[in-house]
């Protein structure tokens, strides 16, 4: 018999968990504690030691934002969490939700599971009731978090901390700011060491699993587990399946192996052939449904072993969520079981080394595999095959359905683990390097594509003397492919790519041996087609090659390249003009990307939500402003240039409408990430879309050498068109209005390019300048006529009121809304009215290059006050002290007080010097 023996506490249920108490400690807290709900966090074993010493931590730590508990797998973190939400749950962590992380948590997931419903126990209000407290969060597996929500998790400690309570369990320590939230009390780490078993809890975790109470046998588990309690209870399992345990305990210190893998391994070999066969069949699949383990190992019993296996608590545990899919022909279940890792570590040391077991499992999953491909299921058949140690079988199955199984996958990388893992295989086999590029192109591994594709090329080039030319090698879909990627990457000419790739689409839609040959990657070609193409300015074909791409992918089951291909073709339509079918097809693709279970490729999402924000972003009302620009998260693939000058134009814009238009300058003359996009580099549609961008903010600078500047280069690149809008705009700077007239009038008859839309632009500002000069029918001609232009495009842009000399827009289309019209003149006519031309508008907030070069370089931007602020915006409006005072409801005096301190910080002398200094710091 021990001393002081542990007390026992029994709940209700069937399948109780036994608390076992460490000696010298209470059997319970020293008041009753509540308990959080049952159904939010995982269930314990029937045997349990209490870990006080991490739930009074977590008592403490979790009063605050974030509480990060980090420490090594079978550490024991959720089951210590578990059992402290289970039977010690304070107030705060009463309606605790756990949550199991992956990376489908992206942060608005994190966002909605945050602002949940708050804890009561404040007033009994909702989140947003005074008082209420956040609810207690618990993520499991954090390191498993994709970087968008760790970096949203980050956000909110950072800027709103007391909005959420959020404990994180992880392998490692996240990328979290921790300096300054730990100063104020916002965030905890806890580390390892918390968790590791003390003398008192070893003996009573190892006691009740090796049932005996041997002080030999206790000391040598507790000394060799050395406070790891997985490597604890696994030993003591080991030891109570002894004829000996006390002779078998005796020869722990003399084993060198590593004491998880090598008393897992020994637990393993305890268990019954059928126990192995079925670890064996699943362990690689994390969660595993009760049907696609009797698929996988062939045994029609399954779920009866698991949920033997299961009641160590250990070896394998039930999960709610997440398994494995079922076989085509098996009805679903909800939930299903986890191997742990460290036993899922030792079946795949059993699978590497071989044997009789190993083989005949390899055997049952490959069988499994094949029956699933039969019926057309690729769902986890490749990583099935790899993980059983069927590597040749993996590798026919990426040659057969690679296009299909790569474009399927999941965020996990399971090609590219293949190639690392098993080299040897992939140099010998020259039909699956498409694949593998495909796998890099998809995954923004440039290099690997590089790689891959010039490996592809190379032994093309060795099977046939004639590749590229005329041979019936030339018309590979694949080679096709790379060529265009190699385009894309700068290592060929473009049009010669996309001539090949133009015969190669024709002749497999004409030639039935081609379109055979070709039927698997021909969508992906199209796909490519269709991007070169829009980055060309082939805008027509574009449509028709990213249109047949939607068609093929949609027949052959491919529904994340079709998504893919319709996000490239709303930027078609957007640079045709089209700015209302770029919206319908954008929010096609977003909501295709939002369907429950829906699989999308990177970057589709932030490329359709780019080209509806750029279509909206010139409506009325316009729907987008600074506020909405954090819907696109600026990232795009690495070789997807159309996309990245199009992310650039619409920082500029964003830049403009938050008033910066220097900034606005900078980002149009200043390429970014690449060299690629510098002018000299892009193709002459976007060149001249560019050049007429960078025209209209140097005349919202007033900075005529630069729109002379722009104007010559316009007319080297024959767009005649676009460099007469340019000419007519620093007319209008300089006065010329009959000069202005001429200019519009030349380059609505001449525009080039649909976007940005340079017609329309022309005529609305000939329309002001005509009036100014006394022609009002002329004027009311060209209005009608740029309405009609836009009417379908919903694009405000040329009402904005560019011409400084000409009669005010609101005042035009106000004439035109009084006569018989359609409902877009009044719109425009509206929303004109709520605003000055945007010439006005900026004129007093914008430095003029004079300005800018005036200013001395070592001045820093001066500390104003609020109030200082609000009196320099009243000057730069030009009210005088009496109306300051009025509308700031101050005296005269004090206005002045303000003014001689604004001279002072800004050291000019009078107000138009200090409006300059103010308008070169971005103050106004």
């Not at 997440?322 to 795949?348: I, K, M, N, W, Y």
């Not at 290059?849 to 931007?861: F, I, K, Q, T």
Request: glycine share 6%; net charge negative; aromatic share 4%.
């Amino acid at each position: 018999m021990r001393a002081n023996p542990s007390p026992v506490v029994r709940r209700s249920a069937p399948r109780a968990t036994r608390l076992v108490f460490p000696a010298g400690t209470s059997a319970a807290r020293d008041t009753p504690r509540r308990h959080a709900d049952d159904d939010r966090v995982p269930r314990l074993p029937r045997i349990y030691v209490p870990r006080l010493r991490l739930w009074q931590r977590l008592d403490e730590a979790t009063e605050g934002a974030v509480t990060l508990l980090v420490a090594p797998a079978g550490a024991g973190k959720t089951l210590g969490v578990t059992g402290w939400l289970r039977h010690a749950a304070p107030a705060h962590a009463e309606h605790a939700v756990w949550v199991r992380a992956d990376d489908s948590w992206t942060a608005e997931r994190i966002d909605a599971a945050l602002d949940g419903p708050a804890d009561p126990s404040g007033d009994g209000g909702g989140p947003g009731s005074l008082g209420s407290v956040p609810h207690l969060v618990v993520v499991d597996d954090a390191h498993l978090l994709p970087p968008s929500a760790l970096r949203r998790i980050d956000e909110r400690l950072n800027n709103a901390p007391e909005a959420m309570r959020l404990l994180l369990l992880s392998h490692w320590v996240l990328p979290l700011t921790r300096l300054v939230p730990e100063l104020l009390g916002n965030f905890t780490l806890l580390r390892g060491g918390l968790l590791r078993l003390s003398d008192a809890e070893s003996t009573e975790l190892v006691s009740a699993h090796a049932r005996t109470g041997d002080r030999q046998v206790l000391d040598a588990v507790a000394r060799h587990a050395d406070g790891w309690c997985a490597a604890a209870v696994l030993t003591a399992r080991d030891l109570s399946a002894a004829p000996d345990p006390a002779a078998a305990a005796r020869l722990l210190p003399h084993d060198v192996a590593p004491i998880a893998t090598r008393v897992a391994g020994e637990v393993f070999s305890t268990l019954t052939p059928r126990q192995r066969h079925l670890l064996l069949c699943i362990a690689g699949d994390g969660v595993v449904s009760v049907p696609a383990a009797a698929h996988l190992s062939h045994d029609q019993h399954a779920g009866e072993i698991l949920a033997e296996l299961e009641d160590t608590g250990l070896l394998v545990m039930r999960e709610e969520h997440g398994c494995a899919p079922a076989p085509a022909d098996e009805p679903e279940t909800s939930g299903g079981f986890r191997v742990h890792p460290l036993l899922a570590e030792v079946v795949q040391r059993q699978l590497a080394a071989g044997g009789v077991d190993a083989a005949r499992a390899r055997s049952t999953v490959i069988r499994a595999v094949r029956l699933d491909m039969a019926r057309g299921n690729l769902s986890q058949a490749f990583a099935r095959l790899v993980r059983v140690g069927a590597p040749d079988e993996a590798a026919d199955v990426l040659a057969r359905d690679g296009v299909r199984m790569v474009l399927g996958q999941s965020a996990y990388d399971e090609v590219g683990e293949f190639v690392r893992a098993e080299p040897e295989i992939v140099d010998h086999r020259p039909d699956i390097w498409f694949a593998i590029a495909l796998d890099c192109w998809v995954r923004d591994d440039l290099e690997g594509v590089r790689h891959w594709g010039d490996r592809l090329l190379e032994a093309r080039r060795r099977w046939s003397p004639s590749f590229p030319a005329g041979g019936p090698e030339s018309l590979d879909a694949g080679v096709a492919c790379v060529r265009l990627w190699r385009a894309a990457l700068g290592l060929e000419p473009a049009y010669a790519a996309v001539g090949h790739a133009k015969r190669v689409v024709v002749a497999s839609q004409t030639r039935p041996a081609v379109r055979e040959a070709n039927a698997e990657v021909l969508p992906v070609l199209a796909n490519e087609l269709g991007v070169t193409q829009n980055w060309l300015g082939e805008l027509t074909e574009a449509e028709t090659s990213l249109t047949l791409a939607v068609s093929l992918s949609r027949s052959q089951g491919l529904a994340p390249l079709g998504v893919c291909a319709l996000s490239h073709l709303a930027f078609t339509q957007y640079m045709r003009g089209r700015e209302t079918a770029c919206v319908e097809l954008a929010g096609e693709v977003l909501v295709a990307a939002d369907a429950p279970g829906a699989r999308t490729l990177r970057f589709v999402t932030a490329r359709a939500g780019l080209a509806r924000l750029l279509a909206r972003l010139l409506d009325v009302p316009s729907p987008a402003g600074p506020a909405e620009a954090q819907v696109v998260d600026v990232r795009c693939h690495g070789a997807d240039l159309c996309t990245r000058f199009w992310f650039r134009v619409w920082d500029a814009r964003q830049a403009v409408l938050a008033g910066d238009v220097v900034e606005a300058r900078r980002i149009l003359t200043t390429p970014r990430e690449t060299p690629r996009l510098t002018d000299e580099q892009l193709p002459e549609h976007l060149r001249v879309a560019l050049l007429v961008e960078q025209a209209f903010v140097a005349v919202l600078a007033s900075d005529r050498e630069s729109l002379k500047s722009l104007r010559g280069t316009l007319d080297s690149l024959g767009a005649v068109g676009e460099a007469a809008l340019v000419q007519g705009l620093r007319a209008d700077r300089e006065g010329d209005r009959r000069g202005a007239a001429v200019a519009f009038e030349a380059a609505a008859a001449d525009a080039t390019y649909s976007q940005p839309p340079t017609r329309a632009l022309a005529l609305a500002c000939e329309a002001q300048v005509l009036d100014a000069l006394g022609d009002p029918a002329h004027s009311e001609d060209r209005l009608a006529e740029a309405i009609s232009v836009t009417e379908a495009r919903r694009n405000a842009a040329p009402f904005f009121g560019w011409a400084r000399q000409g009669t005010p827009i609101a005042t035009l289309l106000r004439r035109l809304a009084e006569r018989p019209s359609g409902p877009w003149v009044h719109e425009l006519a509206a929303t004109a009215a709520e605003r000055p031309d945007v010439t006005v508008l900026y004129a007093s907030m914008t430095a003029t290059p004079r300005e800018l070069g005036e200013v001395s370089l070592a001045l820093v931007p001066p500390a104003l006050s609020p109030r200082e602020r609000e009196v320099l915006n009243e000057l730069a409006r030009g009210a005088t002290y009496a109306d300051i005072a009025a509308a700031l409801f101050v005296s005269e005096n004090t206005v002045k007080t303000h003014v001689s301190s604004l001279y002072t910080k800004l050291a000019a002398s009078r107000r138009s010097e200090a409006l300059k200094i103010a308008r070169s710091f971005h103050l106004l």
